[in-house]
């Protein structure tokens, strides 16, 4: 069998920067077993498999993998998937012209709109599959355990280290500081003994800048998914974004915020994302950014 590849570079304008994408077309006569064991070949942050819709009014069905296993939902997985469909024109006969496209997934439909200039694609936005949900919060000190920081990095004054999720859960925790959030560094036996147990071990720290141009740097460390630290993570931003808005006092807002992810691991990536709020609920969460092209190839299957 042989299978058709591309990879994209996603939330980044230029190359061998942001999230590195996998995107395996006309996936259909795959195995779960060998969509997992072509994502560990490729052993990216996540690899996308892309098959026919079961509802033909939609663009495509995408199943998402990590090196150790398969996420209902994830935010660059779609916006890069998006992306090189769009620039290819069609998925399974059905035109790609518009400004939109939806994906069937795990966590249920995503809705992505398509960032053009000048009629050219250069990224894609999507909305979360499921509105902000809130769980368990995490003692400060397991948090500072975790990432070899010290209890006092973490800041609780305005919420606790918490887990939310717009489709994939993530513990939330804001630090004090730029220097704080640098020096951070996941611990595996850490996470293996004391944040395993919850029901994510994914931590996305975070800190506002207080700058024009970027509202807030943010790290995400992942070491029990074989991820140590992701250079941009769509679902971790988007659960971060309703969570702020959540956190707000106005009961209706429009609250937009520019993130920067990646620096740390010479991968800058940056992420847009936004949140609706009304009558004091969160009832919408996006996140979006420009993609570019690296690699196309064929996977060769015996």
Avoid: W
């Avoid at 509802?55 to 995408?62: F, L, M, N, S």
């Avoid at 024109?89 to 200039?117: M, N």
């Avoid at 996941?186 to 141009?213: C, M, N, Q």
């Amino acid at each position: 069998m042989r299978l058709q590849f591309e990879t994209v570079d996603v939330f980044t304008s230029d190359q061998f920067s942001g999230n590195p994408l996998a995107v395996v077309l006309n996936a259909e006569g795959l195995s779960s077993a060998q969509m997992q064991a072509i994502a560990g070949e490729f052993n990216l942050s996540e690899t996308t498999f892309v098959l026919p819709p079961q509802d033909p009014t939609h663009t495509a069905q995408v199943r998402i993998y990590t090196p150790n296993g398969e996420l209902p939902f994830a935010g660059h997985p779609n916006v890069g998937t998006a992306f090189v469909l769009a620039r290819i024109g069609q998925s399974y006969g059905r035109g790609i012209d518009g400004d939109h496209v939806v994906f069937e997934e795990k966590a249920g439909l995503v809705p992505i709109e398509l960032i053009k200039d000048g009629g050219a694609v250069t990224g894609a936005r999507l909305t979360s599959p499921q509105l902000l949900s809130l769980a368990d919060e995490v003692a400060p000190d397991v948090i500072a355990a975790a990432c070899s920081l010290g209890e006092g990095d973490i800041e609780t004054a305005n919420h606790r280290p918490c887990i939310a999720s717009c489709g994939t859960g993530f513990i939330i925790v804001e630090v004090k500081s730029r220097s704080a959030l640098a020096a951070a560094s996941p611990s595996a036996d850490v996470f293996r003994d004391r944040i395993a147990g919850y029901t994510t071990s994914k931590i996305l720290l975070y800190v506002p800048t207080g700058e024009d141009a970027i509202d807030i740097r943010a790290r995400m460390f992942a070491p029990l998914h074989k991820i140590p630290e992701d250079p941009a993570t769509g679902s971790a931003n988007v659960a971060l974004i309703g969570l702020l808005a959540k956190l707000r006092a106005e009961p209706d807002l429009t609250l937009s915020k520019t993130i920067l992810q990646g620096v740390e691991m010479g991968r800058p990536s940056l992420l847009l994302a936004s949140a609706e709020k009304r009558g004091g609920e969160v009832i919408a969460t996006s996140i979006g950014g420009h993609c570019v092209p690296v690699m196309a190839g064929t996977i060769e299957l015996n």
